[in-house]
């Protein structure tokens, strides 16, 4: 029984500091990578089944974390920052995924479009999303965050765009360079 008890105890002692330690590693890398990000790259917030994409410019951080919280810490980091804003991508398919084959998806898909109201969001196929993403990762940094969700096509991509210059005012200075 003593033997029991001190294996309990030392994996808490083990466990919990490293899940802490997850939690401020992944904060930490956003913080970090932040103010080297910009326009063209990505941040992707994605499901525990995302794979692992071997392209050189893909990054992908374990969070251990809920994918909302995520999302939010995210969303809040590039708010905050001076030089980029999210363009959000979604999968085509998530509208489609019924409760009763993915339970909990109907409630994630209205909390997730409650905190993502102000925001527009494209919906493409989840294969292209993920072609895109292989192609950009040849040239560009891609983050992606996994998360502890486990509904399918629940995955959202962040493509950062510059925030001071917009696609107007590109557009309006090619005209003028002609």
């Not at 808490?12 to 904060?27: C, F, M, T, Y």
């Not at 910009?38 to 893909?58: E, K, T």
Request: overall charge neutral.
């Amino acid at each position: 029984m003593r033997k029991l008890i001190f294996v309990f105890i030392a994996a808490v002692v083990l466990i919990a500091p490293n899940e802490g330690k997850a939690q401020s590693d992944w904060k930490a890398r956003v913080g970090q990578t932040m103010p080297l990000m910009g326009h063209r790259n990505w941040i992707l917030i994605v499901d525990s089944a995302y794979p692992l994409q071997a392209s050189p410019g893909v990054e992908t951080i374990e969070t251990n974390a809920d994918q909302l919280d995520v999302l939010r810490y995210v969303l809040g980091s590039i708010n905050n920052s001076i030089h980029v804003r999210p363009l959000i991508y979604m999968d085509k398919e998530l509208p489609f995924v019924g409760d009763d084959d993915a339970p909990g998806s109907s409630k994630y898909r209205e909390q997730v479009q409650k905190m993502l109201s102000e925001y527009t969001i494209e919906s493409m196929l989840h294969e292209r999303v993920i072609n895109q993403i292989d192609e950009t990762s040849k040239e560009f940094h891609v983050l992606v965050l996994k998360t502890t969700m486990t509904i399918p096509y629940s995955s959202i991509f962040i493509r950062l765009d510059c925030k001071y210059w917009s696609a107007d005012a590109e557009k309006r200075m090619r005209q003028r360079m002609h």
